[in-house]
């Protein structure tokens, strides 16, 4: 607000400038530093203050016990239990930690990914469960606008394709341990949650969304596979309810759709109607309480005894779908839905929800999926085509359609 941003400025400091420029100032606010205030609102012992023109003191700023602040929590420093320029792990109390992203837009780079399963470990040994939220402003604020696309682009350029290959694997080896480790993990996006970030909440035990959130699987726009799991987990999440055979090249299709012909949710229902959230994932309409009701869905799963999934075989529609594809294609092509470029990813998207090389019905592993995920990934790199679109979208901040 603009009394954060005039904080940001130094009150007393800019008083003299806003006077030279013809403004007057207010009579409360010159009272305010005459009596010692030296912002409109600060943190003190962990709470959260503002200057009561009335009294001419910092009063506590009144909010809920359900409402949990990263900024005020961490006003005490021993309450940030590991950190790295990138992440930090925070006790936000009751035996509960939330991981917080601080990096530009919460990109998800390599520092998050070893920080993860270091953060796991710790709380098995001292705690009860795992919030993954943040505090980011912006209009519109985001939870993880996508993995660290420079990063990636950087190894491509030098032909490390095996750097983009180890990553990866460190990366699927992190969501596994989100996903089956032996405490809860609740994820608490807002705003923007895209690609990575999407791919982080696909892979946690629940999602407690705020309402206003823009998630989808983006990396086409890219040039790439999705490759934190978020090709996995979509056609696990689209195909769990299908029980006969009959239906599964709707399902193909639609999980096909929402990863290649990628439309960003508009709200959190949108992002339900879509895939994204489950029946049992939450939706909290006020953000001040995003955090906090986060926090309460892991201790209950705690309280009740939690017990990680196990990871079961996939069944996939197999080499069927791929022939579906390939006959969808140039009519894609045609009526100008995806470029020429594109249409070779999308075709490395099918192939990996498919099952590559699996016959229709059959059951294939987990780790066999998030194989070719990860195959079908380093090939895009290895492509001319990719690194263009990869480059364009991380300087210009959108995709090139080639």
């Known amino acids: 607000g603009p009394f954060e941003v005039w904080d940001n400025l130094g009150v007393k400091e800019s008083l003299p400038e806003i006077e030279k420029a013809g403004f007057t100032i207010p009579a409360n606010v010159k009272r305010m530093v005459e009596k010692g205030g030296t912002t409109f609102y600060r943190i ?34 021993a309450k940030v239990v590991l950190s790295n320029s990138d992440c930090s792990l925070v006790d936000i109390g009751n035996d509960v930690f939330c991981f917080e992203f601080h ?109 206003e959130l823009y998630m989808a699987l983006v990396e086409v726009g890219a040039g790439l596979v999705p490759a934190g799991g978020g090709c996995v987990q979509m056609w696990k999440r689209m195909s769990e309810a299908v029980v006969p055979q009959t239906d599964w090249l709707n399902v193909f299709l639609a999980a096909f759709k929402a990863i290649a012909m990628p439309m960003p949710s508009m709200s959190a229902q949108e992002a339900r109607n879509k895939g994204f959230l489950r029946a049992q994932d939450r939706i909290v309409f006020n953000r001040d309480f995003l955090i906090g009701e986060a926090k309460k869905e892991v201790l209950k799963m705690a309280e009740e005894g939690y017990v990680p999934p196990v990871a079961m075989p996939i069944k996939v529609f197999g080499q069927d779908a791929m022939g579906a594809l390939d006959a969808n294609i140039p009519d894609m092509l045609a009526g100008y839905q995806i470029a020429p470029h594109i249409s070779t990813v999308v075709r490395r998207v099918g192939y990996v929800i498919s099952g590559g090389t699996a016959f229709k019905g059959e059951a294939i592993s987990e780790d066999a999926m998030l194989k070719l995920e990860r195959e079908m990934f380093v090939d895009c790199w290895k492509t001319e085509g990719s690194q263009k679109m990869a480059e364009h979208m991380a300087t210009k901040g959108k995709p090139l359609f080639i």
């Open 44 to 77: 003190q012992n962990g709470k959260k203050q503002f200057w009561d023109f009335a009294s001419d003191s910092y009063k506590d700023v009144p909010y809920s016990p359900d409402m949990v602040f990263l900024a005020n929590i961490k006003a005490d420093k």
């Open 103 to 211: 990096t530009k837009m919460n990109a998800l780079g390599g520092k998050i990914i070893e920080m993860v399963p270091q953060s796991i470990d710790f709380i098995r040994k001292n705690g009860a469960g795992l919030v993954i939220g943040n505090e980011a402003g912006g209009m519109p604020p985001a939870f993880s606008a996508g993995g660290d696309l420079k990063y990636m682009l950087s190894l491509a350029k030098n032909k490390d394709f095996t750097g983009i290959d180890n990553f990866i694997k460190d990366t699927h080896a992190t969501m596994k341990m989100i996903k089956y480790s032996s405490i809860p993990v609740v994820a608490a996006p807002f705003g923007l949650a895209l690609g990575g970030g999407c791919e982080v909440c696909l892979w946690s035990d629940k999602i407690v969304a705020h309402n």
